[in-house]
């Protein structure tokens, strides 16, 4: 079987909403999950999502021609919902008969997991959906904005329900593709050498640290170097606030104007050279559209995929 699979938003202007969690980040770690998995089964898989996109209409455009053009045999698209904070459950979007029998059990493998049934419903208003020449789905898995479903909420689980749906099996070991930094818990010195590289933190002479697993004078001067960039006390020692900074700003979450984002703000601003004080307000914007620029990226000042890949790859 070839499948078309879409996580969907994640191509600025094209973003996804914000609840309790960010929608784009849990539809590409979901995403990513079910590629993997769908792989894993022996089947074909072609990644919709986009690299890049001048409008959010150009990006659902993309998607469509992508799995136009591959004749993917089904497309599925993956979304969350967010709406006032009480609603709750799993719904999934069809245009054809074909599409709903597509949908059904997909819903069925997901409301197993605790989430309300809100059943199989009329995509004919969802532009992927209509434009696509396949059998299409797209999938609400939950509600970002609902505590309950937060509550339950589990990528692993998720991604496997969607499988099994589509395919009414899922691959023997689980499969963890894209493990979310911010929740890293490898806190070695041999890590934090390659953390702190990896984010362009120098020793005191200016110079990267060597990545040999050994806790010395370098490593402890970048480390107070780093903690005064976003704001932690200087002491040297990597303790579980320095890790939380490290960890967030290597999570490369998308950071929007007016985003008061404390250590990864801060540290935005060290890079590009602004006065730091965690708050991302019109003077950090006008420089991160500076950066885009130069680096032939949309100049939204939206730091997503694209604007992290050019700051710590």
Not at 20 to 26: A, Q, S, T, V
Not at 78 to 105: L, M, W, Y
Not at 259 to 282: E, F, I, K, N
Not at 289 to 307: E, T, Y
Request: proline letters at 4%; aromatic letters at 6%; a neutral charge.
């Amino acid at each position: 079987m070839k499948f078309g699979i879409d996580s969907g938003h994640n191509c600025p202007p094209d973003t996804g909403a914000r609840g309790i969690k960010f929608e784009d980040n849990l539809t590409l770690d979901v995403g990513n999950r079910v590629i993997a998995k769908l792989r894993a089964l022996g089947n074909e898989v072609v990644v919709c999502k986009p690299s890049s996109a001048s409008t959010v209409r150009d990006s659902l455009s993309k998607r469509c021609a992508t799995a136009n053009s591959s004749k993917v045999d089904i497309y599925v698209s993956i979304h969350f919902n967010c709406f006032n904070g009480q609603a709750n459950g799993t719904e999934v979007f069809a245009t054809s008969d074909t599409g709903r029998k597509i949908a059904k059990p997909v819903l069925d493998e997901i409301t197993k997991l605790g989430f309300f049934n809100r059943g199989v419903k009329s995509g004919s208003h969802l532009y992927v959906l209509k434009n696509t020449d396949m059998p299409a789905i797209l999938v609400e898995g939950c509600f970002i904005d609902s505590q309950k479903d937060m509550n339950l909420f589990n990528p692993e689980a998720m991604a496997n329900a969607i499988v099994k749906g589509l395919t009414g099996k899922v691959p023997s070991t689980p499969i963890n593709p894209v493990p979310d930094e911010e929740e890293n818990i490898d806190t070695t010195i041999l890590r934090l050498q390659k953390a702190l590289n990896r984010l362009k933190i120098t020793d005191k002479n200016g110079n990267a640290l060597a990545e040999d697993g050994f806790t010395g004078a370098s490593t402890k001067s970048a480390v107070e170097k780093f903690q005064t960039i976003v704001g932690v006390q200087p002491t040297g020692i990597a303790d579980a606030t320095t890790w939380n900074a490290i960890n967030l700003i290597l999570a490369k979450r998308i950071i929007r104007p007016n985003h008061a984002g404390g250590a990864v703000v801060r540290y935005l601003q060290y890079r590009l050279g602004v006065d730091s004080d965690g708050v991302y307000g019109p003077q950090t914007e006008v420089i991160v559209k500076n950066f885009q620029k130069q680096n032939d990226l949309d100049a939204d000042g939206i730091v997503g995929p694209a604007s992290w890949q050019k700051l710590i790859g």
